[in-house]
């Protein structure tokens, strides 16, 4: 059984269908891509899932229960998470300080109780490091650390409240292919070991193959394709739309 499943699903802004009436579902211990062009409605896809934005039409059924309708905090606490950019507040903060600040809001107590707090759920914010590889880095600051390395903290913080869906929109933004490559590795180590459902955005065709269990492309607010790899490589519309006629995922810049 699956445990997302969009159905219907629609967004306008003014007269742009952004999001024009898309279904699919996500199951457990899946990793699923969700590619498309500039402007195909990923985020406000994305953004509809979590909470951000309410659709205009459709329904999101997470185990059978309708989201539409409830607060961001709200379909977080029913265990659909998503990765944040660490805020710049907190960048002073240890590697292990910040997953523990994150324990901590799952735990709904209050910031103020911060200082009090301190040995808050240590052992299971250094277990949440360990699983992203940065148990050794525990001590350092966040705003010392490579930037491969915080994109790893922020997959343990988004961890922290034991997300059944995890939500990735562009995780690898800014990133060399090797980092990429290595976070996509580890997110799917995380998804066959926590039996974690993820959905996630990725511009590079290389890491999307490479990783995602299965892929839907999006066009222009529409579900244009949707398979393995293979399947959506050899797609005819989907070379088509994302590339223009006549070019495939295998051409590159030419040297
Ligand atoms: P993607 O993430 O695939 O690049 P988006 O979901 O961000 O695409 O955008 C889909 C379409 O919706 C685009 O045409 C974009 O300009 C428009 N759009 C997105 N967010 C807003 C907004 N808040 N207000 C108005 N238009 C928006
Ligand atoms: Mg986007």
């Not at 914010?125 to 790893?152: F, I, N, T």
């Not at 222009?220 to 949707?226: M, N, T, Y």
């Amino acid at each position: 059984m699956s445990l997302l499943t969009v159905q219907g699903l629609g967004k306008s802004f003014g007269g742009n269908r952004a999001v024009d009436g898309i279904g699919f579902s996500v199951a457990k211990g899946e990793l699923l891509a969700l590619i498309g062009p500039n402007g195909a409605g990923k985020s406000t896809t994305f953004n509809m899932v979590n909470g951000q934005l309410r659709p205009d039409a459709g329904s999101i059924l997470l185990e059978g229960q309708e989201l539409i309708g409830l607060k961001p905090r709200e379909i977080w606490k029913r265990g659909v998470g998503r990765t944040f950019q660490i805020a710049e507040t907190f960048s002073s903060l240890t590697v292990v300080e910040n997953v523990q600040m994150a324990l901590l809001s799952a735990d709904a107590k209050l910031f103020s109780l911060w200082r009090r707090a301190a040995d808050h759920r240590r052992d299971e914010a250094m277990a949440l490091l360990s699983q992203v590889g940065m148990a050794a880095q525990a001590e350092r600051p966040c705003s010392v650390l490579a930037y491969g390395d915080v994109k790893r903290v922020e997959l343990a913080i988004a961890m922290a409240n034991g997300p059944k869906l995890l939500l990735m929109d562009e995780p690898t933004a800014g990133m060399a292919p090797k980092e990429r490559n290595e976070l996509m590795s580890l997110t799917k180590r995380l998804v066959v070991d926590r039996g974690l459902a993820v959905l996630f955005t990725e511009h590079s065709m290389d890491v999307v193959f490479a990783h995602a269990d299965r892929l839907i492309v999006l066009a222009r607010g529409r579900l244009i394709a949707e398979g393995t790899a293979s399947e959506i490589r050899d797609h005819p519309k989907v070379q088509e739309v994302y590339f223009g006629s006549g070019k495939t995922f295998e051409k590159k810049v030419p040297a």
